[in-house]
Every structure is written in structure tokens, then in C-alpha cells.
């Protein structure tokens, strides 16, 4: 098995390279943002609870999506692995993933960390926001997202390095040049 999270702020590119990740490793893919999204579609409680925090750029409370991720382990089909999109955002959410995994006896292996300029990532979400048009993808909406993310999520990166599962990869350049570099970290683990 090969269990991977999938790190990296609002922009880095981890909904793409997850798709890549995917397909050559054959791994469930696990992305709290999209199965909240997918909530909101079809106006569940949980969806209508969510909207309004995913609006703010504020993150979802951690037994919410704890709870998701837990239903997506319990019925996932046999697999060689997962890959987990945008999850653990909080210390609480990755100490939690440990347990949830340790008691299906499963075991993370690796927190691969894609790191790109902020400026760089501010622009990236403009450009989106002009394809896709996600509410969340608004100038004072993405400011709120960094500020969550910085005082949230980046403290998610010692918890891992603590636990020697922490692999920086630089997200600047091609899909194809980032897609490289992940896979340097992954192939490693292959046996
Ligand atoms: P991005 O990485 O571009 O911010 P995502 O699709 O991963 O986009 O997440 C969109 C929003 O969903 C986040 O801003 C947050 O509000 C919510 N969300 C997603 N995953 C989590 C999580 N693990 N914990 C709390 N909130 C989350």
C-alpha cells in the first residue's frame, strides 16, 4: 500500500497532480474539498453548514470532515493505496488521520508538500477563478484562505517532520516538471 497526503497552499496544483498521482500509483483519491463541494451541490445539512464557512475562506470544523473521511475509508473498495487531497488542514485533523489509519491498520507514508511563491499562487486562483468561476476564488475570499492556511495549516508541516514523513517538493514549473519531482518521492516507497 502506498498512503500519500497531498500538501500545499490554496493554488499549488494538488487537484492536477493528484490526477496524475492517481492514475500511474492506482490510488483511491480521497479530496475533503471536493466531497464538501459535492455536498453543497446537493444542499445536504452538512452542505448548507459548509457553504457558508468555504465562502469566508474559513476552514470547515475538524470533526465535520474527520467524519468524511472516515465514511470514505469505510467504504472504499480494495486499493493499493489512498491519496488524501487537501487533508489533514489542522494538527488536529493529522493527529486524528493517524489514529483513523493506525486503526485499520494503515499507515501514512508520505506528506508530499508542494511549495509555491505566494504571488505566484495569488495569480494562479485569478486565472481560475475566470474558468471555473468557484465562490470561493474571489480576491478577499483567497486572502481569507491564505490567512487560515497560515495560521492553520502550516503548522501541519512540523507535526510531519516530527515523524520524518515530511518531503518538500517544489511546485514551480510545468505540470510535467512538478510531476517529476513528486514522483522522485514516491517511487522510493515502492517496493
Ligand atoms: P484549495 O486547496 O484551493 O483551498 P480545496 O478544494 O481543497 O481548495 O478546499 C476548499 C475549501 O473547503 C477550503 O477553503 C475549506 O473551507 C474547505 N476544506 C477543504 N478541506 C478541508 C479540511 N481538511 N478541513 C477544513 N476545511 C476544509
Do not use: W
Not at 459535492?38 to 470532515?65: F, M, N, W, Y
Not at 487560515?148 to 520524518?164: C, G, H, Q
Amino acid at each position: 500500500m502506498l498512503n500519500i497526503a497531498l500538501f500545499g497552499p490554496p493554488g499549488s496544483g494538488k487537484g492536477t497532480q493528484s490526477k496524475f498521482i492517481i492514475d500511474k500509483y492506482s490510488l483511491t483519491y480521497i479530496s475533503t474539498g471536493d466531497i464538501l463541494r459535492e455536498h453543497i451541490s446537493r444542499q445536504t445539512t452538512l452542505g448548507l453548514q459548509a457553504k457558508q464557512l468555504i465562502d469566508q475562506g474559513h476552514l470547515v470544523p475538524d470533526e465535520l470532515v474527520v467524519k468524511l473521511i472516515e465514511e470514505k475509508l469505510n467504504n472504499a473498495a480494495k486499493t493499493n493505496g489512498f491519496l488524501f487531497d487537501g487533508f489533514p488542514r489542522t494538527c488536529s485533523q493529522a493527529k486524528i488521520l493517524e489514529q483513523i489509519l493506525a486503526a485499520r491498520r494503515l499507515n501514512l507514508n508520505a506528506m508530499v508538500s508542494l511549495e509555491v511563491p505566494q504571488a505566484e499562487l495569488v495569480q494562479r486562483l485569478l486565472d481560475r477563478a475566470k474558468v471555473q468561476g468557484r465562490s470561493d476564488d474571489t480576491k478577499e475570499v483567497i486572502e481569507a484562505r491564505f490567512k487560515e492556511y497560515a495560521s492553520k495549516t502550516m503548522p501541519v508541516i512540523d507535526f510531519y517532520k516530527a515523524l520524518n514523513k515530511y518531503h518538500p517538493v517544489n511546485g514551480v514549473g510545468t505540470l510535467d516538471e512538478v510531476f517529476v519531482r513528486i514522483q522522485q518521492v514516491l517511487d522510493a516507497f515502492e517496493k
